[in-house]
C-alpha cells in the first residue's frame, strides 16, 4: 500500500521568509485626550493593517482594538482608529497642550484661521478640556472633517480659534416597507453592535439584511432590522415557526433538540444567522416536524459520515468496535493561533536586539505543531493515509479568520478538527462541528460546559474535579490500610480539592472513619499529629502552595516518619520549590498531574532525539510539544483503526502516548471528556509511576 502523507502548509515557513508589506504608514500628529488617556488619532489608507499600523506606533493590536470596540482586524480605508499614546506622546514632534492653572490669566491663541473660499463655516473658540472629539459631538460632524477643514493644526490649545464646517445635510434615502423588518434610522454615534443590541439580533444578521453596511455605517442611514422584540419571544405566528429567545448557554445544537429540528432548518429559517449566538437573540424555529422513518437494516459499516452516524444503532459496540484498518485518506484540520500577520519580516541587523522565540506571539504554539508533524510522519509509516490541513486560527477573542476559515469548502470535508484553542473561537467551530457532524477535538480547556450538549466535542485536558478524584482513588487502592488525612492551610484554601479528594477516598476504601481532615491554622502542627495512629501507614495530603510552611512541616514529619510510617502526597509546584529534597524522598512523596512524561522511556527518548533533529530545540512540556504529538498521534490511530464512526470507540481505545494516557467518558447527550491523571513517586531517586 502507497503510504502518502499530505501536508497543507499554510505556514509555508512563514517564519523564516515573509516579506514586508510596502505600504507606508505615517504616524499621526494629532494627539486627543479622551478619558484621562492620550490617542493618536489615525485615518487607515488603502492597504494598511492593523498589524502594521500597531508597529508604526510601537503598540500592540490587541490594544488598538480595545481602544476602539466597534473595529475588526478588517480595516477598510478612510476608518478612524484611536491609537494609545501613553508616554510616548511627548516625542519631539509634539508640543506639550499648556494645562490652566487656578488664579492665573490665560494666554489666548492669536491663531485666527479663515474659512476655505466658498466653505460655509462658523469659528469656535477651543475651551479648557475640549477635545476633537467634543467638537465632534457638539457639532455632530465627523473628526475627519473637523481636521480636514483645519490643516496645520495638530495640539487644540485653550482660546486656539478652529474652523467648523457647515453640516451636510444627507437627503435618506426612503426605504419601502418589507414583511418581518421596520426601519431604523441610523443616529450620530451609533453603532452596528448597539442595533444589532437593541433589536435583538446580530450584526452578522444585520450585515445579510442590508448589504450596503458592508461600506460602513452613516449618520441619517437607513436600514431594515428585524421586527421581532423580546415579547414575542417563543410566540408562533403564522408562518409555521416559533420566535424563541436565546437563554445564557444555549447553543444551536441544544435548541435543536429542545425543539425536535434539524439545525439545517434553523439554520436556513434566519437567513444571515452567526455562529455564536448570545443571550436574548430571537431566532426562528420552524414547527414542522420531521416524521421519524424507520432505518432499513444494513448488513455491512459505510465509511460516510452520515451513514455511519445512524448504522451506530444496528451494530453492537463490539462488532462496531473492533479493530481494523482503513486504508481510505482521512482529512484532519489542525486550526492553531499562529498569528501569521505579525510576522512579515526577520531583522538581522544588531544581533544584541534580536529577542528570545519566547517574546514572539507566532511562537507560542510552534511546538505543538511541531509535535502534530512528527506524529503525523509516524503515522504515515505505520500506513494511515491522511491529508493535514493547516489553518491558522484566531488567538483571544477575535473570530475574524475563525469565521473565514468556516465559511469555505475545505472545513466541510473534513473527518476530524484539532482546535481551535481559544474560547471563544472554539466555540464558533463547536457549532459548525455540530452542524456538519464533524469530531472536534479541545486541546487547552478544563471547562465541562464545552462537552454539555454537543456531542461532535472531545475535551483533552480533565477536569479538577476529575484529577482530583482518580488521583485519591490511584492512592488509596496504593494504601488500602492506611488512616488518610487531608489537611490544608486555611478554611479557604483549595477548599474544593480537599472535598472532592475527602469524598472519593471515602468511597474507595468504604470506611469514612478512616478519613480525617484537618485546617492546619486551626491546630497547627500538633493538630495534624493527633490525627495520626502510630504503627500504621499514614497518608498526608498537604493541599498547600504555602512556601514558608511547607518547608517546616517537611521537617517536623519526616522526624515522625517512623513512628507513623508516613507517606505525603503533595501538589505537583512543591518540585519548582526549595524544599530539602531528603524529606520529600524519606516521606515517598507522591504527586499526580494531568500530563507526566517519562524521559527514560524508549518511546520519549526517541520523540526528543526526532525532535532535535528536526527543528533544533528540545521539545517542551509546557509548550505543548508533546500535548501536539500525543493527540495528533492517539486520534489518527482511532481513525485507522474504527474508521469515521472512531468516536464511540474512544472509551475502550488505549493507545499508548508520551505524557498521559487517554482515558475518555462520555456526559449525558453530550460530548467526550479526558479523565486520566498521573500519579507518581520519589523512589531511589526518581519519578517512579503508581500504577
Same mark, same amino acid.
Given at each position: 500500500?502507497?503510504?502518502?502523507?499530505?501536508?497543507?502548509?499554510?505556514?509555508?515557513?512563514?517564519?523564516?521568509?515573509?516579506?514586508?508589506?510596502?505600504?507606508?504608514? *505615517? *504616524?499621526?500628529?494629532?494627539?486627543?485626550?479622551? /478619558?484621562?488617556?492620550?490617542?493618536?488619532?489615525?485615518?487607515?489608507?488603502?492597504?494598511?493593517?492593523?498589524?502594521?499600523?500597531?508597529?508604526?506606533?510601537?503598540?500592540?493590536?490587541?490594544?488598538?482594538?480595545?481602544?476602539?470596540?466597534?473595529?475588526?482586524e478588517n480595516l477598510r480605508p478612510d476608518q478612524m482608529l484611536m491609537i494609545p499614546a501613553g508616554t510616548s506622546v511627548l516625542r519631539e514632534e509634539q508640543t506639550p497642550t499648556p494645562q490652566p492653572q487656578e488664579n492665573k490669566a490665560v494666554e489666548v491663541s492669536n491663531d485666527k484661521p479663515k474659512p476655505f473660499p466658498g466653505q460655509e463655516s462658523n469659528l469656535h473658540t477651543i475651551q479648557p478640556k475640549e477635545t476633537w472629539y467634543a467638537l465632534s459631538r457638539q457639532y455632530q460632524l465627523p473628526v475627519q472633517?473637523?481636521?480636514?477643514?483645519?490643516?496645520?493644526? $495638530?495640539?487644540?490649545?485653550?482660546?486656539?480659534?478652529?474652523?467648523?464646517?457647515?453640516?451636510?445635510?444627507?437627503?435618506?434615502? &426612503?426605504?419601502?416597507?418589507?414583511?418581518?423588518?421596520?426601519?431604523?434610522?441610523?443616529?450620530?454615534?451609533?453603532?452596528?453592535?448597539?442595533?444589532?443590541?437593541?433589536?435583538?439580533?446580530?450584526?452578522?444578521?444585520?450585515?445579510?439584511?442590508? @448589504?450596503?453596511?458592508?461600506?460602513?455605517?452613516?449618520?441619517? +442611514?437607513?436600514?431594515?432590522? @428585524?421586527?421581532?422584540?423580546?415579547?414575542?419571544?417563543?410566540?408562533?405566528?403564522?408562518?409555521?415557526?416559533?420566535?424563541?429567545?436565546?437563554?445564557?448557554?444555549?447553543? %444551536?445544537?441544544?435548541?435543536? #433538540?429542545?425543539?425536535?429540528?434539524?439545525? +439545517?432548518?434553523?439554520? /436556513?429559517?434566519?437567513?444571515?444567522?452567526?455562529?455564536?449566538?448570545?443571550?436574548?437573540?430571537?431566532?426562528?424555529?420552524?414547527?414542522?416536524?420531521?416524521? !421519524?422513518?424507520?432505518?432499513?437494516?444494513?448488513? !455491512?459499516?459505510?465509511?460516510?459520515?452520515?451513514?455511519?452516524?445512524?448504522?451506530?444503532?444496528?451494530?453492537?459496540?463490539?462488532?462496531?468496535?473492533?479493530?481494523?484498518?482503513?486504508?481510505?485518506?482521512?482529512?484532519?484540520?489542525?486550526?492553531?493561533?499562529? +498569528?501569521?500577520?505579525?510576522?512579515?519580516?526577520?531583522?538581522?541587523?544588531?544581533?544584541?536586539?534580536?529577542?528570545?522565540?519566547?517574546?514572539?506571539?507566532?511562537?507560542?504554539?510552534?511546538?505543538?505543531?511541531?509535535?502534530?508533524?512528527?506524529?503525523?510522519?509516524?503515522?504515515?509509516? #505505520?500506513?494511515?493515509?491522511? #491529508?493535514?490541513?493547516?489553518?491558522?486560527?484566531?488567538?483571544?477573542?477575535?473570530?475574524?479568520?475563525?469565521?473565514?476559515?468556516?465559511?469555505?469548502?475545505?472545513?466541510?470535508?473534513?473527518?476530524?478538527?484539532?482546535?481551535?484553542?481559544?474560547?471563544?473561537?472554539?466555540?464558533?467551530?463547536?457549532?459548525?462541528?455540530?452542524?456538519?457532524?464533524?469530531?472536534?477535538?479541545?486541546?487547552?480547556?478544563? *471547562?465541562?460546559?464545552?462537552?454539555?450538549?454537543?456531542?461532535?466535542?472531545?475535551?483533552?485536558?480533565?477536569?479538577?474535579?476529575?484529577?482530583?478524584?482518580?488521583?485519591?482513588?490511584?492512592?488509596?487502592?496504593?494504601?488500602?490500610?492506611?488512616?488518610?488525612?487531608?489537611?490544608?492551610?486555611?478554611?479557604?484554601?483549595?477548599?474544593?480539592?480537599?472535598?472532592?479528594?475527602?469524598?472519593s477516598l471515602s468511597k474507595a476504601i468504604m470506611d469514612s472513619s478512616r478519613v480525617n481532615e484537618v485546617i492546619y491554622s486551626q491546630g497547627y502542627e500538633s493538630g495534624l499529629l493527633k490525627k495520626l495512629r502510630p504503627g500504621k501507614n499514614n497518608v498526608v495530603f498537604m493541599l498547600t502552595s504555602d512556601k514558608a510552611l511547607i518547608p517546616a512541616l517537611l521537617r517536623r514529619l519526616n522526624d515522625e516518619r517512623e513512628k507513623y510510617g508516613l507517606v505525603v502526597v503533595g501538589l505537583k509546584d512543591w518540585e $519548582?520549590?526549595?524544599?530539602?529534597?531528603?524529606?520529600?524522598?524519606?516521606? /515517598?512523596?507522591?504527586?499526580?498531574?494531568?500530563?507526566?512524561? $517519562?524521559?527514560?522511556?524508549?518511546?520519549?527518548?526517541?520523540?526528543?532525539?526526532?525532535?532535535?533533529?528536526?527543528?533544533?530545540?528540545?521539545? &517542551?512540556?509546557?509548550?505543548?510539544?508533546?500535548?501536539?504529538?500525543?493527540?495528533?498521534?492517539?486520534?489518527?490511530?482511532?481513525?485507522?483503526?474504527?474508521?469515521?464512526?472512531?468516536?464511540?470507540?474512544? @472509551?475502550?481505545?488505549?493507545?499508548?502516548? %508520551?505524557?498521559?494516557?487517554?482515558?475518555?467518558?462520555? !456526559?449525558?447527550?453530550?460530548?467526550?471528556?479526558? !479523565?486520566?491523571?498521573?500519579?507518581?513517586?520519589?523512589?531511589?531517586? #526518581?519519578?517512579?509511576?503508581? *500504577?
Amino acid at each position: 500500500m502507497v503510504k502518502r502523507v499530505f501536508f497543507s502548509f499554510m505556514f509555508a515557513l512563514a517564519m523564516l521568509a515573509v516579506s514586508a508589506q510596502n505600504v507606508e504608514i *505615517r *504616524r499621526s500628529k494629532v494627539v486627543e485626550t479622551y /478619558k484621562g488617556k492620550q490617542y493618536y488619532i489615525h485615518f487607515v489608507d488603502q492597504g494598511q493593517t492593523l498589524n502594521a499600523i500597531a508597529r508604526a506606533y510601537d503598540v500592540k493590536a490587541e490594544d488598538i482594538l480595545k481602544a476602539n470596540p466597534d473595529v475588526s482586524e478588517n480595516l477598510r480605508p478612510d476608518q478612524m482608529l484611536m491609537i494609545p499614546a501613553g508616554t510616548s506622546v511627548l516625542r519631539e514632534e509634539q508640543t506639550p497642550t499648556p494645562q490652566p492653572q487656578e488664579n492665573k490669566a490665560v494666554e489666548v491663541s492669536n491663531d485666527k484661521p479663515k474659512p476655505f473660499p466658498g466653505q460655509e463655516s462658523n469659528l469656535h473658540t477651543i475651551q479648557p478640556k475640549e477635545t476633537w472629539y467634543a467638537l465632534s459631538r457638539q457639532y455632530q460632524l465627523p473628526v475627519q472633517e473637523l481636521i480636514a477643514a483645519n490643516p496645520g493644526i $495638530d495640539t487644540l490649545k485653550i482660546g486656539m480659534q478652529v474652523v467648523i464646517p457647515e453640516k451636510k445635510i444627507i437627503q435618506p434615502v &426612503e426605504l419601502p416597507a418589507r414583511e418581518g423588518f421596520k426601519i431604523h434610522h441610523v443616529a450620530p454615534q451609533e453603532t452596528l453592535y448597539g442595533i444589532a443590541t437593541a433589536s435583538k439580533t446580530t450584526v452578522d444578521q444585520l450585515l445579510s439584511i442590508n @448589504p450596503e453596511l458592508k461600506d460602513g455605517l452613516k449618520a441619517g +442611514q437607513q436600514i431594515y432590522v @428585524p421586527s421581532v422584540t423580546q415579547t414575542a419571544a417563543r410566540q408562533t405566528v403564522a408562518d409555521g415557526m416559533i420566535r424563541h429567545e436565546v437563554q445564557k448557554k444555549e447553543t %444551536l445544537y441544544s435548541i435543536s #433538540k429542545q425543539y425536535n429540528v434539524d439545525i +439545517q432548518d434553523i439554520v /436556513k429559517a434566519n437567513p444571515g444567522l452567526g455562529g455564536t449566538l448570545r443571550k436574548n437573540d430571537v431566532i426562528l424555529i420552524p414547527v414542522a416536524r420531521k416524521e !421519524t422513518v424507520a432505518e432499513k437494516p444494513v448488513e !455491512t459499516v459505510v465509511s460516510g459520515r452520515d451513514i455511519h452516524q445512524e448504522a451506530v444503532i444496528q451494530y453492537s459496540p463490539k462488532s462496531k468496535c473492533s479493530e481494523g484498518r482503513y486504508t481510505r485518506v482521512f482529512n484532519v484540520a489542525l486550526m492553531i493561533p499562529l +498569528q501569521l500577520e505579525e510576522v512579515d519580516s526577520i531583522r538581522t541587523g544588531d544581533i544584541t536586539g534580536i529577542k528570545l522565540p519566547s517574546d514572539y506571539r507566532p511562537f507560542d504554539f510552534i511546538q505543538f505543531y511541531e509535535g502534530a508533524l512528527i506524529a503525523a510522519d509516524q503515522a504515515a509509516e #505505520k500506513g494511515i493515509n491522511v #491529508k493535514i490541513h493547516l489553518f491558522d486560527a484566531d488567538a483571544g477573542s477575535g473570530l475574524s479568520k475563525t469565521r473565514r476559515i468556516l465559511a469555505g469548502q475545505e472545513i466541510r470535508n473534513m473527518d476530524l478538527i484539532i482546535g481551535p484553542f481559544f474560547a471563544s473561537s472554539f466555540e464558533l467551530v463547536a457549532e459548525f462541528a455540530a452542524l456538519h457532524k464533524i469530531p472536534v477535538v479541545n486541546p487547552l480547556s478544563q *471547562r465541562n460546559e464545552i462537552i454539555e450538549s454537543n456531542t461532535q466535542v472531545i475535551k483533552m485536558q480533565p477536569s479538577g474535579w476529575s484529577v482530583y478524584t482518580n488521583a485519591a482513588r490511584i492512592i488509596a487502592s496504593a494504601y488500602p490500610d492506611a488512616i488518610f488525612t487531608v489537611m490544608r492551610k486555611n478554611d479557604a484554601e483549595n477548599s474544593s480539592m480537599a472535598a472532592a479528594i475527602h469524598s472519593s477516598l471515602s468511597k474507595a476504601i468504604m470506611d469514612s472513619s478512616r478519613v480525617n481532615e484537618v485546617i492546619y491554622s486551626q491546630g497547627y502542627e500538633s493538630g495534624l499529629l493527633k490525627k495520626l495512629r502510630p504503627g500504621k501507614n499514614n497518608v498526608v495530603f498537604m493541599l498547600t502552595s504555602d512556601k514558608a510552611l511547607i518547608p517546616a512541616l517537611l521537617r517536623r514529619l519526616n522526624d515522625e516518619r517512623e513512628k507513623y510510617g508516613l507517606v505525603v502526597v503533595g501538589l505537583k509546584d512543591w518540585e $519548582d520549590m526549595e524544599t530539602e529534597f531528603n524529606y520529600l524522598h524519606n516521606l /515517598k512523596a507522591h504527586f499526580f498531574t494531568p500530563w507526566f512524561v $517519562d524521559y527514560e522511556s524508549a518511546a520519549s527518548l526517541e520523540f526528543i532525539k526526532e525532535f532535535r533533529s528536526r527543528f533544533e530545540a528540545d521539545p &517542551e512540556i509546557d509548550r505543548y510539544a508533546y500535548l501536539g504529538y500525543d493527540i495528533t498521534r492517539y486520534f489518527l490511530d482511532a481513525l485507522y483503526n474504527f474508521g469515521p464512526g472512531f468516536t464511540d470507540c474512544l @472509551p475502550s481505545f488505549r493507545n499508548p502516548v %508520551l505524557s498521559s494516557d487517554f482515558s475518555f467518558v462520555r !456526559t449525558p447527550e453530550g460530548g467526550l471528556g479526558n !479523565t486520566a491523571v498521573t500519579v507518581y513517586k520519589l523512589e531511589d531517586y #526518581k519519578r517512579v509511576v503508581v *500504577r
